[in-house]
Antibody, heavy 120, light 107 residues
Framework: EVQLVESGGGLIQPGGSLRLSCAASGFTVSNNYMSWVRQTPGKGLEWVSIMYSGGNTYYADSVKGRFTISRDSSKNTLYLQMNSLKAEDTGVYYC??????????????WGQGTMVTVSS | DIQMTQSPSSLSTSVGDRVTITCRASQSVRGDYLNWYQQKPGKAPKLLIYAVSRLQSGVPSRFSASGSGTDFTLTISNLQPEDFATYYCQQSDVARTFGQGTKVEIK
């Protein structure tokens, strides 16, 4: 079964760090484009970051310089390292497989999400 | 970034009705980089339509979509009880941005 399972969320103080994990089954993370998307009370659904199969990474301006996407092929797992966290980073974080072709680019498989709360 | 604006923000309707949701982009979306997702409470979004009008595998044919440039629509014909949810459009031409969502509620 094709599945993504996120973990690592929790309550963290402003300025703190957290690492989210996204374990995949049924397909190979390193052979696919993989994204992180978050859903926050303030902005709704917001794309956060993507890692291409070739290793290139891209970030939303709102997290650039603070968040880092990476993967571990041996564990078939995607990560999101989040530093210098702010209250506005509070929300549910989803990982999603991103299917990119010459004519389409869509998030076809999503995890169940993990909640991140940034608060003192 | 391209801003995506959906209308209406919510609507009340009945089983069996036909529903149309509109998504307008702040600038032209090139190619077919427009998708639609369905989200139910407490669940992750689910891909319904990709590349403007292509039905994702397993999605019922009562869902259809069309559009080009800056204006796109999602139509649900013969609304079923399981279709009451929030729907989002998303462009993936310039970065990736989502609409604010349209909540379809039972009248």
């Amino acid at each position: 079964e094709v599945q993504l399972v996120e973990s690592g969320g929790g309550l963290i103080q402003p300025g703190g760090s957290l690492r989210l994990s996204c374990a995949a089954s049924g397909f190979t993370v390193s052979n696919n484009y993989m994204s992180w998307v978050r859903q926050t009370p303030g902005k709704g659904l917001e794309w956060v970051s993507i890692m291409y199969s070739g290793g290139n990474t891209y970030y939303a301006d709102s997290v650039k310089g603070r968040f880092t996407i990476s993967r571990d092929s041996s564990k078939n797992t995607l990560y999101l390292q989040m530093n210098s966290l702010k209250a506005e980073d509070t929300g549910v974080y989803y990982c999603a497989r991103t299917v990119v072709t010459a004519t389409s680019d869509a998030l076809d498989i999503w995890g169940q999400g993990t909640m991140v709360t940034v608060s003192s | 970034d391209i801003q995506m604006t959906q209308s209406p923000s919510s609507l009340s309707t009945s089983v069996g009705d036909r529903v149309t949701i509109t998504c307008r982009a702040s600038q032209s979306v090139r190619g077919d980089y427009l998708n639609w997702y369905q989200q139910k409470p407490g669940k992750a979004p689910k891909l319904l339509i990709y590349a403007v009008s292509r039905l994702q595998s397993g999605v019922p044919s009562r869902f259809s979509a069309s559009g080009s440039g800056t204006d796109f629509t999602l139509t649900i014909s013969n609304l079923q009880p399981e279709d009451f949810a929030t729907y989002y459009c998303q462009q993936s031409d310039v970065a990736r941005t989502f609409g604010q969502g349209t909540k379809v509620e039972i009248k």
